[in-house]
């Protein structure tokens, strides 16, 4: 549970947000009295899509940011349920609830009351979902206490992160050199929400707490080894690549976010998971994936290293006799517009392993992932395979050298690691 939650409280009630339903004196300890008969965990799942609905397809919210909602949503929710249900400490602390009350109504108030408040042009949709679903729970004092208890906690959460950083008026600024990150084509964009390397994490003590290998020496044989990977097997045209590894890569250009999110829905219906272990897995993966992003985002910020595109058409510049260059040569896709190191993909694909190796086994995941980019899905029995394909289509989409593969997979690791370490702790 967070240290400065306490402080929190008093804020809220202070300020006349506690709820009649609620006390300060304790959390929830018992679901057996207070929580209302079988909880359909189905309302967890709904409010993820709808939240990854808001969040993207509504409001095209850029895909590294993205994940800070997917947070603030699923550690909200979680909150919301175990306030009733009991068993897991909070992640931020909730007051006790007196009397019996829907879990249900809990966790889609607090679900529309987060996603509403930071994304309000979807306050009309967001308002259609929510009557829809207070409308399948059955009328009473229990749902009324349920909607008070989601209430609260969507204000906690929302008081919790005000002044974190978020869109925090940061760019980055790099003097081209070799090594040196600079706008890269077709775009030739700055660096998107440089702010987020900048943002208080969810578990982490700060931004750099994972500490990092950094980039390899231009002048080092390690970096001449990564080089002639990416340029042969990324480039766009004339490249080594096989007909299946081209699919791979593919794959994997589709949103890693939005991928995993609706992964963790599949595994938690098919396993039959209720409301507290399943609004405990999206608040696991939500504030894991988060804190992975605002570690890696502050790497690039910091490292500012430069991507293969400009690496290999200025390789002529590096200091590296085994480097070649290649005016013309461009990756198989799009290179999007932030340094190199480490890879954003790389630190997502980490922290949703680690969270689903946790959950299920690390040889056991029995994980289905689809894209929207080919069309297909993908099985995965192992954290270790999805590990090594996804860092593998990186390369192969041309957009990273090794190093950002791998030093970003472990930061994924680590970060979801010290979350699950840390909160939503068993009572």
Known sequence: MRSKAWKLLVILVTAGLATPALTTSATATSSQSVATARSSPAVITHWNTIAARTIFTENATPLPSSTLYFGFVSLAVYDAVVA????????????????????????????????????????????????????????????????????????????????????????????PAPGVWRPTPDAFAPMLVPWLGFVQPLALRSPTQIKLHGPDSLKS????????????????????????????????????????????????????????????????????????????????????????????????????RATKPDPAWASLVQTPPYPDYVSGHACATGAASETFGKLFGKRSLDLVVSSTVTGTTRHFNSTKALDAETMDARIWLGLHFRRAMTDGNGLGHAAASWMINHELQRR
Request: with cysteine.
């Open 84 to 175: 009733i249900e009991g068993g897991y400490e909070p992640y931020l602390h909730q007051p006790k609830v007196r009397g019996r009350a829907s879990s249900e109504a809990a966790a889609a108030t607090a679900a529309y009351r987060v996603l509403k408040y930071y994304f309000p042009a979807s306050a009309t949709n967001l308002a259609t979902d929510y009557r829809l679903s207070l409308a399948a729970i059955p009328d009473g004092s229990a749902k009324e206490r349920g909607k008070e208890v989601g209430e609260q906690a969507a204000a906690t959460m929302i008081r919790a992160r005000q002044g974190d950083g978020r869109n925090a008026p940061i760019t980055l600024t790099t003097v």
């Open 221 to 320: 044989k390690a970096y001449a080894r990564d080089f002639a990977e990416v340029k042969a097997k990324g480039a766009l045209t004339g490249s080594t690549r096989t007909p299946a590894q081209t699919e791979t890569a593919l794959f994997w250009n589709a949103n890693a976010i939005l991928q995993y999110q609706q992964a963790l829905q599949d595994q938690v219906t098919k396993r039959g998971w209720g409301i507290v272990r399943s609004a405990r897995a999206f608040g696991l993966l939500g504030g894991g994936t988060a804190d992975a992003a605002i570690s890696c985002w502050r790497a690039k910020y910091d490292y500012a290293f430069w991507r293969p595109i400009t690496a290999i058409r200025l390789a002529d510049t590096d200091g590296n």
